[in-house]
């Protein structure tokens, strides 16, 4: 199988929307970052105008990344500036450390 890394940039306040809506998309799994940064929105307040955001990281099969990447978008959106971003990049190979396998087809 081949697998993809759906990359995402939130507002903190919209984690728990965006939690929720992969639990039911029955996402195994997401890695949370906590990340300080600007790009279309700076914090003009603040001496290094940087603001706070989350990066959230989901490993899944190439088929469902533009699911979850969609729904990371409908979950995540205020309709402001610094709503964030999603992307999605390729995989080569996604390896389990404790069992040493590499994850094939749906087991991972």
């Keep these: ?3 993809v890394k759906v990359i995402s940039i939130i507002r903190p306040e919209k984690l728990e929307n965006v939690e929720s809506i992969l639990k039911k998309l029955n996402v195994p799994g997401i890695s949370v970052f ?3 940064g600007y790009g279309e929105y700076e914090n003009f307040f603040r001496h290094d105008h940087k603001v706070e955001h989350l ?4 490993y899944i099969g190439k088929n469902r990344g533009t699911e979850i990447a969609e729904s990371i ?3 995540a959106y205020t309709g402001c ?3 964030g971003i999603v992307t999605i990049m390729p995989v080569d190979s996604v390896y389990h450390i404790r069992s040493r396998k ?3 087809d749906d087991v991972c």
């Design 81 to 83: 500036e610094g709503d």
């Design 34 to 36: 906590h990340i300080k």
């Design 73 to 75: 978008m409908e979950a």
């Design 1 to 3: 199988m081949s697998f």
């Design 102 to 104: 590499k994850c094939s």
């Design 55 to 58: 990066q959230l990281e989901v």
